[in-house]
């Protein structure tokens, strides 16, 4: 099933362990490593194509993820013509994709590279978010840059806090794309300095605690 230009509706999957960590198959024979994807059937939608591919090639059913974001249109990638078999040559250009960002709540053990007879990949593993892609074929790694970036600002955050503070003080989350997070600090705040650290108080309140304490002496 292709369009009137030549591409095949196809979907893309992300999927993300509890780290933020993306799944990565490695290409059954083959040295390359890419992620999850597929062809949409006729009278499918791009979701329900997308559950099934995650099924068939990774063997999760629905209830093993979430689904996190999508991409807002079709990205797009030729296929050299070296790809293509003779007689699909001046019809099928390459794939258009709808990009799926899912999170895994099942475990580990649910994946399945042997869900059916006709296996994707013959390993996998877990990567971090921005993949090396000079190990995916060349002309797929433009689409692979778009959807990570696209879909970037919708991961999760699983620990807001930075790793220093304690219950006494809270951060509160700012735009992905702005400013750093912002911490409000609450009536009697503790805090434990980084490791090799040191507080310098502000001078101008040092000043004012000891003229308050001056005017106060006994």
């Known amino acids: ?9 196809n979907v893309g999957i992300i999927l993300l362990n509890q780290k933020n960590q993306v799944f990565w198959g490695k290409r059954i024979r083959t040295h390359s490593w890419q992620f999850p994807q597929g062809g949409i059937d006729r009278g499918e939608t791009p979701e329900q194509a997308m559950f099934r591919e995650l099924h068939e090639e990774v063997g999760l059913a629905p209830e093993h993820v979430r689904i996190v974001a999508r991409t807002r249109d079709w ?3 030729e296929v050299p013509d070296r790809y293509i078999r003779r007689d699909a040559r001046g019809h099928y250009k390459g794939q258009k994709q709808i990009w799926y960002l899912l999170q895994l709540i099942g475990h580990d053990w649910d994946l399945n590279l042997r869900a059916t007879n006709h296996p994707e990949f013959d390993a996998w593993r877990w990567n971090d978010y921005w993949v090396p892609l000079d190990v995916v074929v060349e002309f797929k790694r433009g689409v692979y840059e778009m ?25 509160r989350d700012q735009d992905h794309d702005g400013p750093e997070h912002a911490m409000d600090h609450m009536p009697g705040a503790s805090f434990e300095l980084p490791p090799g650290a040191t507080f310098e ?10 003229a308050h304490e001056d005017k106060h002496a006994p």
């Not at 099933?1 to 095949?8: E, S, T």
């Not at 970036?149 to 951060?171: C, I, K, Q």
């Open 75 to 77: 990205l797009r990638y």
């Open 147 to 171: 959807a990570l970036t696209e879909l970037a600002r919708f991961l999760p955050r699983h620990d807001h806090r930075n790793r220093y503070l304690r219950s006494g003080m809270r951060v």
């Open 1 to 9: 099933m292709l369009d009137r230009d030549g591409f095949r509706p």
């Open 201 to 210: 108080p502000d001078p101008q309140a040092a000043l004012n605690t000891q």
